[in-house]
């Protein structure tokens, strides 16, 4: 629809714009991420790219949502509300901790909350498309819980494969662009003007942060693009009759669902701290294999290219 390539653009232009604007302000603040031994990065880099990529996201939304509302697109405001309220919890405690740090349990407290408003505002996986029998419901103790842990996992998801330049801002714009068009195929308007505005947004910022990378997303921009693309997929394809509605989304976010469950499932059977950052997430295996930081990162988008055109071609089955 219409409102769909101008809030893109918009996205992207204020994204790109902004991102030099948050670079600078970041150096004067100190608001930098300085290398260790885990980190592959050999120089001070500006962590709050989030800003930027949080501006360029609302500057698209608010645009498509007055330019719909100007040619007569029929929107349902509830989703949006809590889309944009969850969103920007999980950006400001993100921002709190490129800022000034914060502790695990504080952040999962404040992306728990972001859950629980989205679920509030009907952002919620009430039921699954089945092949046989058609719908099953889920009920709010089975409901309530899945979806917390679909939107926590997915904005935690983000942020542990963003260990790369551009790796999460690219994983996240080939995933939204997949999701996007599933959301058209299945009407889904709202969850398509999120999904195309955190994609422009993800693009206008990979101009800064492929490699080498002058920014990072930081957690508030990591945190962001998870959790926007998992709300949006829940309105978009978990709500869905499509048969395929469970597997698509899976298979689209694939590459970050599968590195955090390993990672934790890791870290579990070595009795440490499932939460605890180490250096050995998929990008960190492929870096000690012999690859370049680029080879390294084209692999993964192929991977989630793959993976998303499949579950591409399988939401286009009726």
């Known amino acids: 629809m219409h409102i769909f390539f101008p809030s893109f653009l918009i996205a992207l232009l204020v994204t790109v714009f902004c991102t030099p604007v948050a670079r600078k302000v970041a ?10 031994d885990r980190k592959i990065h050999s120089t001070d880099i500006p962590r709050i790219g989030g800003v930027a990529i949080y501006a360029g996201f609302i500057a698209a939304v608010v645009f498509g949502l007055a330019l719909g509302y100007f040619t007569g697109v029929h929107l349902n405001p509830r989703p949006i509300i809590g889309i944009l309220i969850g969103g920007t919890i999980v950006f400001l405690s993100g921002l709190k901790d490129d800022l000034r740090g914060s502790r695990p349990l504080t952040k999962l407290a404040w992306q728990t909350l972001a859950a629980i408003v989205a679920i509030y505002f009907g952002i919620e996986i009430s039921f699954f498309s089945n092949p046989f029998n058609g719908i099953i419901p889920l009920f709010g103790f089975i409901a309530i819980p899945l ?30 662009g997949t999701l996007f ?35 990072f997303l930081g957690d ?19 709500k869905t009759t499509l048969v395929v509605a469970l597997i ?18 890791r870290r579990i059977k070595e009795k440490k701290n499932p939460f605890a950052a180490d250096n050995r997430h998929i990008h960190h295996v492929l870096i000690r294999a012999g690859l370049t930081q680029r080879e390294a990162v084209m692999s993964i988008y192929i991977v989630c290219f793959l993976l998303s055109a499949t579950a591409l071609i399988m939401s286009l089955q009726k």
């Open 147 to 176: 979806t917390i842990l679909w939107l926590v996992g997915m904005t935690n998801a983000i942020n542990l494969i963003d260990g790369l330049d551009g790796l999460a801002t690219g994983v996240i714009a080939i995933s939204a």
């Open 220 to 238: 508030s921009g990591s945190y962001l693009l998870g959790f926007i693309v998992a709300a949006a997929s829940i309105i978009g394809v978990f």
């Open 181 to 215: 068009f599933v959301a058209l195929r299945t009407h889904q308007i709202e969850a398509a003007l999120f999904i195309i505005a955190i994609a422009g947004a993800a693009l206008g910022f990979l101009r800064y942060n492929f490699f080498p990378a002058s920014i």
């Open 27 to 36: 150096f004067k603040i100190g608001a930098v991420d300085h290398p260790n």
């Open 248 to 265: 698509v989304p899976l298979l689209i976010l694939g590459v970050p669902i599968f590195d955090t469950t390993f990672a934790i499932l």
